[in-house]
C-alpha cells in the first residue's frame, strides 16, 4: 500500500499563487507516476497534471498549462500561480505504478485525501 498525505491548500485572492505537497509513503518503491487531480463542486475529478518517475513526461490540463507547474523529488509539488476563482476545488494527490503518465483517474489505485484550495474574487 502507499499512503499519499496532501499540504499547502488554503484560501487565496484571485491572482495569487499556492503550492501544493504531497508526501508519499510506504510501497514508494512501486510508484511510477505521480498526479494531480482535482474535484470542483458539481463535476466529476479532472485531471490536472501528471508526472513520470523520471520526469521525462510532464502533462497538464490545458485549462492550467500556462499557470500550473508540477514537479517532484522527495515530495510532490504543484506550483499554481495566477489563481482564479474556477480553481476552486479539493486538489487531490495521485500515485500510479504505470510508467506512462495517464489523465484518466481511473489508472490510479492510491489516493490522498484532498486539500482544499479556495480562491476568492
Known amino acids: 500500500q502507499v499512503q499519499l498525505v496532501e499540504s499547502g491548500g488554503g484560501l487565496v485572492q484571485s491572482g495569487g499563487s499556492l503550492r501544493l505537497s504531497c508526501a508519499a509513503s510506504?510501497?514508494?518503491?512501486?510508484?511510477?507516476?505521480l498526479a494531480w487531480f482535482r474535484r470542483i463542486p458539481g463535476r466529476e475529478r479532472e485531471f490536472v497534471a501528471g508526472?513520470?518517475?523520471?520526469?521525462d513526461q510532464v502533462y497538464a490540463a490545458d485549462s492550467v498549462k500556462a499557470r500550473f507547474k508540477i514537479s517532484r523529488n522527495n515530495e510532490l509539488y504543484l506550483q499554481m500561480n495566477s489563481l482564479e476563482p474556477e480553481d476552486t476545488a479539493v486538489y487531490f494527490c495521485?500515485?500510479?505504478?504505470?510508467?506512462?503518465?495517464?489523465?484518466?483517474?481511473?489508472?490510479?489505485?492510491?489516493w490522498g485525501q484532498g486539500t482544499q484550495v479556495t480562491v476568492s474574487s
Open positions: 495521485a500515485a500510479s505504478t504505470d510508467q506512462t503518465v495517464i489523465r484518466s483517474r481511473l489508472a490510479y489505485p492510491y
Open positions: 510506504g510501497r514508494t518503491d512501486s510508484v511510477n507516476t
Open positions: 508526472i513520470s518517475n523520471s520526469g
